[in-house]
């Protein structure tokens, strides 16, 4: 298991993270996503820990809080040390029914985040990240809230999730103006049959200096393999998230199918190793319902895919070209520069 920089910081997180969307249940969609209880959750925490992953993410929203509660408990029912393990939980979705109680205003996250850290029963969160943007607050206000956060010892680090890119810098900038602390992550949907992000984001991300934590790697178990033909039972067939082009999801599948059948592995790991051999990616959430299937995404991080491998994976998922991207070529800049591959890190 590598660990990786987590953005411009000096912290170390491993390459995969265990994702807590699982744990709790709640309901509507919630329940259709994942309903561990408190011992299932902790087996997967537990044999996480094991396997090497010292990165765990939520959210505030996860089943309604209860998904913060069961990974805080289960880190204390295992006597996890505070400085082994890197917690990152998320605050702007709504926490009650008042007009104040969602949003990233400075009432906001500051409310959420220290109800949060009571849910965790931590005394500080390792990555404080806000969950969406927030057209209504400015900017400004937004990480300032986050600035006062980690100068009152709450938070170490902040990041942001399902931001653009320009909202991103606008905030770096403002960031660096006043002297407050910069975002130094960015939680954003990645996949090989979901690549959007590397016409806008993954220039930036380098640019800046930022690190990329992935949601969803596997598209919601459709790169899984398991929904081939319409088929399949689990949370794709009935929570159809996030959206993908199906035509070109199930000729990526294909090919990485025909992978997984050389090596032996399954089609889910080789497209977890995608992204793992991705420069700009520092860490992948996965999360799970049964223990097999954190086995099986662990085993992702063994495989090593040959060149060859990539670029057949890389030109069947390959974005359409669009402006500016076929100028930037034309002008013989290429686009696999822009994420090239590699695993930069230590064991």
């Not at 408990?73 to 400085?83: G, I, M, S, Y």
């Not at 205003?105 to 969950?131: P, W």
């Not at 895919?305 to 402006?323: G, K, M, R």
Request: aromatic share 6%.
């Amino acid at each position: 298991m590598y660990q990786k920089k987590l953005g411009n910081t000096g912290l170390f997180v491993s390459e995969l993270c265990l994702g807590t969307m699982t744990f709790g249940g709640g309901a509507g969609m919630w329940r259709q996503i994942g309903a561990l209880d408190q011992a299932e959750a902790g087996r997967l925490v537990g044999r996480a820990l094991e396997a090497g992953i010292n990165f765990i993410d939520t959210a505030d929203v996860y089943a309604e809080g209860l998904s913060e509660e069961i990974t805080g408990q289960a880190l204390r029912d295992l006597k996890v040390p505070r400085d082994s393990v890197v917690v990152a939980t998320k605050g702007y979705g709504p926490t009650g029914s008042g007009a104040n109680a969602k949003g990233a205003s400075r009432l906001h996250l500051i409310d959420a985040c220290k109800a949060s850290l009571k849910r965790l029963q931590l005394d500080h969160i390792d990555l404080y990240q806000i969950h969406g943007f927030d057209p209504v607050t400015p900017i400004e206000e937004q990480v300032r809230a986050l600035d006062i956060l980690v100068q009152h010892g709450h938070v170490r680090y902040v990041g942001v999730s399902n931001w653009a890119a320009w909202q991103i810098v606008k905030a770096l900038g403002i960031s660096a103006r006043a002297g407050l602390a910069r975002f130094e992550t960015l939680q954003a949907y990645y996949s090989i049959a979901g690549r959007d992000l590397e016409r806008e984001i993954v220039p930036m991300l380098h640019s800046e200096g930022l690190g990329l934590l992935v949601w969803s790697p596997l598209a919601g178990g459709l790169l899984s393999g398991k929904y081939a033909g319409g088929a399949g039972e689990g949370r794709r067939a009935s929570f159809d998230f996030p959206p993908v082009d199906r035509p070109r999801a199930e000729a990526c599948i294909d090919a990485m199918r025909s992978v997984a059948e050389a090596r032996g592995v399954s089609v889910a790991q080789v497209a977890l190793a995608w992204l793992l051999h991705r420069k700009a990616v520092t860490s992948v959430i996965v999360g799970a319902k049964r223990l097999d299937q954190l086995e099986d995404n662990i085993a992702a991080t063994e495989l090593s895919l040959t060149d060859a491998e990539l670029d057949a994976l890389d030109a069947v998922s390959a974005l359409p070209a669009e402006y500016p991207g076929w100028m930037f070529e034309r002008q013989g800049v290429r686009a696999q520069q822009l994420a090239e591959s590699g695993r930069p890190g230590v064991r």
